[in-house]
C-alpha cells in the first residue's frame, strides 16, 4: 500500500507539471510539461553520451562513499575508543565538520583542476562526517558495565572492537552510511555542474547553457531516480545488516 501511494503521488505531480504550464501560469520555455520531459529522456537514453555520463557518475558517487566510509568507520572506532584521542580532536572535529564542502571547491580545482579527482574531494570530505560522526556515538554508546566485563576478562583490543565496541556501533554506522550516500549524490552532481568534472552534472551544466531546457530537465529527473533508488537499496541493506537489531525486528508485521 505505501508503494502504491508513492507512486500515485509521483503521477499526480507529474500529472501537475503537465497543466501547470499549458495553462499558462509559468512559460513553457523555463519549465516544459511532463510530456516532453518524458520525450527528451526518452531521446537521452539512445545516445551513447547519456550512459557514459551516467557511469562518470555513478563511479565517483560510489568511490567516493566507499572511501569515506572506510575512513570514518576506521577514525571513529580508533578515536572513539581511546578517551586521550576523543577529547584531543573533539575541538577539531565539531570546527571542520561544518564547513560546507562546496567551500573547497576553489581549493580542489587548484590542486588538480576540472577532474573527478577535484570532485572526489567534496564527496569524501561531506560523506566523510556523516559517518564519523554516527560511529563516535556509537562507541561512546557502549554499556559501561559491559566494558568493565571486557576489562576483567583481560580482552585484548582486537577482541574488545569485535565483541563488544562494534555491535554497539554498526546501528549507529549503518545510519551514517545511509545519511552519507545521499550526501556523496548530492555532492557528486554538484561538484560535476561547477568543476565541470565529467557526468550527469557536466551534461546539465551543457544542456542549460545550450538551451536545451527539456533536456537539462530529463537529466536532473535522472539524478532524482538515483537518488531514491540509493535510498531503497540502503534501506534494504540496512534491514539485513540489522535483522537481529530489535529496531528492524520492529517494523515486521506480526
Do not use: C
Not at 510539461?33 to 551513447?48: C, F, H, K, N, Y
Not at 551543457?206 to 527539456?214: C, D, E, L, N, T
Amino acid at each position: 500500500m505505501r508503494v502504491l501511494l508513492g507512486l500515485a503521488g509521483l503521477v499526480a505531480f507529474g500529472a501537475l507539471l503537465e497543466v501547470v504550464p499549458r495553462i499558462g501560469l509559468v512559460s513553457p520555455d523555463f519549465a516544459p510539461p511532463t510530456s516532453r520531459i518524458a520525450a527528451a529522456l526518452g531521446d537521452q537514453v539512445r545516445e551513447e553520451q547519456f550512459w557514459v555520463a551516467l557511469l562518470d557518475t555513478l563511479r565517483t558517487w560510489a568511490l567516493g562513499l566507499v572511501i569515506a566510509v572506510l575512513a570514518g568507520v576506521v577514525i571513529g572506532v580508533l578515536v572513539g575508543s581511546v578517551p586521550v584521542l576523543r577529547t584531543l580532536t573533539a575541538s577539531t572535529i565539531e570546527f571542520l565538520r561544518p564547513i560546507p564542502s562546496v567551500a573547497l571547491i576553489p581549493l580542489a580545482v587548484l590542486l588538480y583542476g576540472s577532474t573527478v579527482t577535484s570532485t572526489l574531494i567534496l564527496v569524501v570530505y561531506a560523506s566523510f562526517w556523516q559517518v564519523l560522526v554516527q560511529v563516535l556515538y556509537g562507541v561512546a554508546d557502549v554499556d559501561p558495565v559491559a566494558r568493565d566485563t571486557a576489562r576483567s576478562y583481560r580482552l585484548g583490543p582486537v577482541a574488545t572492537v569485535r565483541y563488544l565496541i562494534w555491535p554497539t556501533t554498526l546501528p549507529y554506522a549503518v545510519t551514517g552510511v545511509r545519511l552519507a550516500a545521499s550526501v556523496a549524490l548530492i555532492l557528486t552532481i554538484t561538484g560535476e555542474l561547477i568543476i565541470g568534472s565529467p557526468g550527469l552534472g557536466k551534461d546539465i551544466a551543457i544542456a542549460q547553457a545550450s538551451g536545451a531546457v527539456p533536456q537539462m530537465y530529463a537529466l536532473v529527473v535522472v539524478t532524482g531516480l538515483i537518488g531514491v533508488l540509493a535510498n531503497l537499496a540502503t534501506r534494504s541493506a540496512e534491514r539485513q545488516v540489522l535483522a537481529w537489531h530489535p529496531s528492524v525486528r520492529a517494523e515486521v508485521p506480526v
